[in-house]
């Protein structure tokens, strides 16, 4: 298998560790060929738009190159390291869209509403007007389908704490979801 093709399976075969040190090149770029869908789609189940998913994707890979050296397998696989770094990512853009939204809100004619009625579009939006802890915990939960376990891993948080997490966001979406809808007011 060439070099430019490995996977994370085949580093021992080409004579590298099983345990990744992903300051390596060669490393860093088997796993990136192995968890880059992984990640769009974690980002995209966020964010709604498959080009923002590929640039936060990028960006979230670009962070983790910079913080390889310090990374320790201890029990954290190498995808939920990423799928770390991709939350807070989207955290981040998450506040400023809400910020953003606001500003235009602000701006914006009282009446002036989107033109689209679409079920996802709402459901997108309900979601997005949740804090980004509440948005992290229902996308890796429901969306991604992780374990409590797991997106407490991932989060870096208790499962206790997912759990509670967890029933806040949906009460929350809940109420996100009952409130009528401007745009059907004419």
């Not at 192995?34 to 923002?52: F, K, Q, S």
């Not at 190498?78 to 701006?107: G, Q, S, Y």
Request: glycine residues 2%.
């Amino acid at each position: 298998m060439p070099e430019a093709q490995a996977t994370l399976q085949s580093l021992p075969a080409m004579g590298l560790p099983s345990t990744p040190c992903l300051a390596d090149a060669r490393i860093f770029e088997a796993l990136y060929r192995e968890t880059y869908p992984a990640v769009v789609g974690l980002i995209y189940r966020r964010t709604g738009n498959e080009d923002l998913a590929r640039d936060l994707a990028c960006d979230t890979f670009l962070i983790a190159w910079r913080k390889a050296p310090h990374f320790r397998s201890v029990g954290v696989p190498p995808l939920h390291w990423l799928f770390r770094i991709a939350t807070h990512r989207v955290n981040r853009w998450a506040r400023d869209e809400r910020r953003r939204l606001r500003r235009e809100a602000h701006a914006a004619r009282p009446n002036t509403v989107p033109a689209t009625n679409d079920d996802a579009d709402l459901a997108l939006t309900a979601l997005l007007r949740l804090s980004p802890r509440h948005q992290s915990v229902i996308s890796l939960r429901c969306l991604h389908q992780l374990s409590v376990e797991q997106t407490a891993e991932v989060l870096d948080i208790s499962p206790g704490t997912v759990k509670s997490r967890l029933a806040r966001a949906r009460s929350a979406l809940a109420r996100e979801l009952s409130r009528p809808d401007p745009r059907s007011n004419p």
